[in-house]
Every structure is written in structure tokens, then in C-alpha cells.
């Protein structure tokens, strides 16, 4: 069965500095990965995937996540955080395009002080 | 701008009453999910349809039920039977099931008990 681990609950950081959010998976088989954001009373944004090639992956508002395969690792990262990147953060994967079969991390609340 | 709209944004569920969550999609898209969040417990899976008049049960389904027929209508009704209700509920929809392709989400219905 494939599933996904955010190890965090909350991560601070401040405005200007680079943020990490991390993603651990578990899957059978080639893993489709996604981040999303989710700001409150909103439904979840889409900001970026890996499907293969490129182990780097950039998506919307600067942010990028690495995909590293040995350490079954899909973190998403920004160089430089704005607070308005503040929000919830979910990882999802599914196992070779299986939508039907999306597993979504519990999510990590993302805080950015000026 | 194409989208999904759900609707009501609140609700409110008096005891051993039903409530349909409406889901609404004008992006032409094939597959639809029903999801319940929870704090702390990430989006878990209720059902899901990848064609109009089929659908299928996910992690989560006693208690709910929906319909599909419609390609564009994908309504959610919590009975009497679902014991804890009070969540958020997240309509998405993806083009086509089995192409990796992220889900587009609406904007929630959050749902309490009065």
C-alpha cells in the first residue's frame, strides 16, 4: 500500500530565508509526486509534480521540490520565503497515475514571520 | 474562468437529518472525488466517479452517498448514518483518470452539527 509521511507539523521560518518542508513516500512501483498548498476556508492548490526526468522540479511562486529516489524523499523548497507563503502544505503521491489512488500526507502548517 | 464550485460554503446538520453537498464542474473533466478533511489528518477519500453513472467507494464511504448524472454534477449526501460529520469536504476533478494528472479542487463545504 503507498502513503506518504510528512514528518512536521509546523515549521517556522523567517521572511527571506529559505524554507524546507519535508516529504517522505512509500509506494510499489514508479511514483507520481505532488505538493499543494492550502490556504484557510480554500480547497487545495496544485504547485507542482514529478513524473520522471529531472530529479529538480519547479512549480508556481518559486517554489521547487527534489525528487530523491534512494531516500524515498519528495521535499518541497523555496530560496527565499515571503509571509505570504504562510499557509498548509500537503504532499500526495499515487502509484504510476492511479488518480483513483491519491494518498495525501496530513499536511504541514507553514509559518513565515516578517 | 473554468472551475469548481461547491456549495453551500457552511452547513449546518440537525440530528438524524440528511444534507447534499452540491459539486459543480465546468472544466470538462472526467473523473470527480469526494474528500473529508480533518485537522491533523491530511484528505481521506469518500467516493470518487470516472464517468457520468458510475462510481466507486473509497476509504471512507458509510454514511455517504452520491450520484454522477451528470458529467458536470457530482452531489454528496451525508445521512444520518455518518455519526461524526463535522468536517471539511473537498469536491476535486481531474481531465482524465490514469495520466498523472494533478486534481483541481473547489473551495470546501464545511459542515457542523447543531
Known amino acids: 500500500a503507498q502513503s506518504v509521511a510528512q514528518p512536521e507539523d509546523q515549521v517556522n521560518v523567517a521572511e527571506g530565508n529559505p524554507l524546507t518542508v519535508k516529504c517522505t513516500y512509500s509506494v510499489s512501483g514508479n511514483p507520481y509526486l505532488f505538493w499543494y498548498v492550502q490556504y484557510p476556508n480554500r480547497g487545495l492548490q496544485f504547485l507542482l509534480k514529478?513524473?520522471?526526468?529531472?530529479?529538480l522540479v519547479k512549480g508556481s511562486y518559486g517554489f521547487e521540490a527534489e525528487f530523491n529516489k534512494s531516500q524515498t524523499s519528495f521535499h518541497l523548497k523555496k530560496p527565499s520565503a515571503l509571509v505570504s507563503d504562510s499557509a498548509l502544505y500537503f504532499c500526495a503521491v499515487n502509484p504510476w497515475a492511479n488518480n483513483n489512488d491519491m494518498r495525501f500526507g496530513a499536511g504541514t502548517r507553514l509559518t513565515v514571520k516578517p | 474562468d473554468g472551475g469548481i464550485t461547491q456549495s453551500p460554503k457552511y452547513l449546518f446538520r440537525k440530528e438524524g437529518q440528511n444534507v447534499t453537498l452540491s459539486c459543480e464542474q465546468n472544466l470538462n473533466h472526467d473523473a470527480m472525488y469526494w474528500y473529508r478533511q480533518d485537522p491533523g489528518q491530511g484528505l481521506r477519500l469518500i467516493y470518487y466517479?470516472?464517468?457520468?453513472?458510475?462510481?466507486q467507494k473509497g476509504d471512507i464511504a458509510e454514511g455517504y452517498s452520491v450520484s454522477r448524472e451528470k458529467k458536470e454534477s457530482f452531489p454528496l449526501t451525508v445521512t444520518s448514518a455518518q455519526k461524526n460529520p463535522t468536517a471539511f469536504y473537498l469536491c476535486?476533478?481531474?481531465?482524465?483518470?490514469?495520466?498523472?494528472?494533478?486534481?483541481?479542487f473547489g473551495d470546501g463545504t464545511r459542515l457542523s452539527i447543531l
Open positions: 466517479s470516472q464517468i457520468v453513472n458510475d462510481f
Open positions: 476535486a476533478s481531474t481531465p482524465r483518470q490514469g495520466l498523472g494528472q494533478p486534481q483541481h
Open positions: 514529478y513524473i520522471t526526468g529531472d530529479n
